[in-house]
């Protein structure tokens, strides 16, 4: 520990991390160290709505402040607003893992006196420490690296943690009583949607895949929010018969977080719901297309694993994909075979269930 450490007493510290869900739950690393290696920090943390949720009822987190970039704070008002907040508060230090102007402006104009963030930043200028983003290195440990300007402590890193209620669990319980399911150890989540288009992993693919696991008596449940309810509908429909329900856009966050952590494997494409099982510890099937593991959000458990189209040359086409492939081919995803998704998926249910019978 660094004698940055005496300076820093009673700090108030604020984290600014308006981007996606599953941006912030690969946030909370940094924060549960940050708590941990200064138990005397009050720690504030900066989300848009959507993404709020999952730090409900973290410890390490004093205050969540709220600011609806795409609503009700949209324009130079809203911004004024959080501004005005951020002021009042008195910060004394910005871990800054958003790498928007915006951002960085909020930090400066609200007078904290330390701003620290990534040299890949637009608004990198306005920072006070900045700290070299490694491209190849997990977006946890990016993020991390945030504190090395004050302090020396070894930096270890950690999975994320959530907080479901005592309600939460309750509700999560009614529902597998309502669906019959007394027994999870063949339960399995699949989360088919994205926020990004060609980051789904086909419809057919999902179909058959599904069909597959329900000829093998598995429970399929299906997860994801208000934007995934037509896409889970058509997939249960397309199943007909077996063992597959929908909770799209019926959960809350913490509520899928708990569903997922009583399935015994969750099969998504690259987006949130890995992030939030890493945080429950599930184990992850992931379905790469446009984006690779390499850019750092790939799942990270012990038993986890990524399938994905090797060898094309358009490939990786963008960080986040797009709403339509750019060559208009999709092979990316149309080569993947729900075969191949099946078989990986009974690898790891197998080792999970190999490592359970051991602990016992």
Same mark, same amino acid.
């Given at each position: 520990m660094t004698s940055t450490n005496t300076v820093l007493k009673e700090s108030k510290i604020l984290i600014i991390q308006s981007a996606f869900i599953g941006d912030v739950v690969l946030t909370l690393p940094l924060v549960q160290q940050l708590s941990k290696t200064f138990p005397h920090f009050s720690i504030d943390v900066i989300v848009i709505p959507r993404s709020a949720e999952v730090l409900r009822n973290h410890p390490a987190i004093n205050n969540i402040i709220i600011y609806d970039k795409y609503g009700i704070d949209k324009g130079i008002k809203g911004f004024l607003r959080l501004l005005k907040f951020i002021k009042s508060e008195h910060y004394e230090i910005a871990f800054i893992p958003h790498r928007s102007f915006r951002s960085a402006l909020l930090a400066y104009l609200g007078k904290i006196k330390r701003r620290i963030g990534f040299n890949k930043s637009v608004g990198k200028i306005l920072y006070t420490d900045i700290v070299k983003y490694e491209k190849g290195n997990h977006e946890i440990g990016r993020n991390l690296s945030l504190l090395k300007p004050i302090s020396k402590v070894k930096i270890i890193k950690e999975p994320p943690l959530l907080y479901p209620t005592s309600a939460d669990i309750v509700f999560i319980n009614k529902i597998l009583f309502e669906e019959e399911i007394l027994d999870t150890s063949k339960l399995i989540g699949v989360a088919p949607g994205s926020v990004w288009n060609t980051k789904r992993w086909t419809k057919?693919?999902?179909?058959?895949?599904?069909?597959?696991?329900?000829?093998?008596?598995?429970? %399929?449940?299906?997860? +994801?929010?208000?934007?995934?309810?037509? #896409?889970?509908?058509? @997939?249960?429909?397309?199943?007909?018969?077996? &063992?597959?329900f929908s909770t799209a856009g019926k959960l809350s966050l913490l509520q899928s977080a708990e569903l997922i952590k009583r399935c015994k494997i969750l099969v998504s494409n690259d987006s949130a719901p890995i992030h939030i099982a890493a945080a429950v510890g599930t184990p992850v099937v992931a379905?790469?297309?446009?984006? %690779?593991?390499?850019? +750092?959000?790939?799942?990270?458990?012990? #038993?986890?694993?990524? @399938?994905?189209?090797?060898?094309?040359?358009? &490939?990786?086409?963008a960080i986040h994909g797009?709403?339509?492939?750019?060559?208009?081919?999709f092979e990316c995803m149309l080569k993947i075979k729900h075969e191949l998704v099946y078989d990986k998926i009974m690898e790891v249910y197998h080792k999970s269930m190999e490592m359970r019978y051991q602990e016992l």
């Open positions: 057919e693919g999902y179909f058959q895949l599904i069909k597959k696991l329900v000829s093998m008596n598995f429970i %399929v449940c299906l997860i +994801g929010g208000k934007d995934d309810v037509v #896409l889970c509908e058509e @997939i249960v429909s397309a199943i007909g018969t077996g &063992r597959v379905i790469f297309g446009p984006t %690779v593991p390499a850019f +750092g959000f790939a799942p990270i458990g012990k #038993l986890d694993s990524v @399938i994905e189209t090797l060898n094309l040359k358009c &490939r990786p086409c797009g709403k339509k492939c750019p060559i208009g081919t």
